[in-house]
């Protein structure tokens, strides 16, 4: 799983997206996106190394870091910036002769999230941490299974593991679906 896909679903679990700010009760930013071949021109306060949501869009929605590209801007009404997205590790490279427009939201994640989220990550991508059995203890050597094995005998969920430390990042309901 690409980190992007994991801090999307870690993010759906725990309903918050990190685009709200209390404080002033108004959303962050948000802004029109125009996907052209292999950028995104923004319009606003974004900067490399922001996470962003992108709604609306034909095939692009979900969760991005942006990474500057220094590409011409062909935007006469208000100055933009291109940017190329990334799934946190590579870069996204758009369709070519594809042209679309989307909602793209700032995302500012508290800090120790995206952190917390390459755990999650680690700990998906390792099978070890899933045992295969549904009752009982697995046991080889001196590795155990049990931590990942609830009171009722059945394999905890990854977001069971990890509920204590995803608690204060949780809130009720979110205003963003992604």
């Keep these: 799983m690409k980190l992007n896909e994991t801090i999307l679903e870690v993010m759906r679990n725990i309903c918050n997206y990190f685009h ?74 758009l369709q070519k002769n594809m042209t679309s427009e989307a909602t793209v939201n700032l995302l500012l994640p508290r800090a120790g999230f ?17 045992p295969n059995s549904k009752i009982g203890e697995n046991v080889i050597g001196f590795y155990s299974w049990s931590k990942a094995i609830g009171e009722n005998g059945r394999p905890l969920t990854v977001f069971q593991v990890f509920s204590e430390r995803l608690k204060p990042f949780r809130q009720m309901f979110s205003t963003l679906e992604v």
């Design 20 to 93: 709200f700010d209390k404080s002033k009760n108004k959303e962050y930013c948000r802004v029109q996106g125009f996907f052209k071949e292999e950028t995104v021109a923004l319009e606003g306060d974004f900067a490399e190394g922001d996470w962003i949501a992108v709604t609306g869009s034909r095939g692009f929605d979900g969760i991005y870091i942006l990474k500057e590209n220094n590409l011409p801007v062909e935007n006469e009404v208000m100055p933009s910036i291109n940017f190329t997205l990334s799934d946190g590790t590579n870069d996204i490279i």
């Design 114 to 130: 995206i952190s917390l989220c390459l755990e999650i990550k680690e700990y998906m991508d390792n099978p070890d941490n899933f």
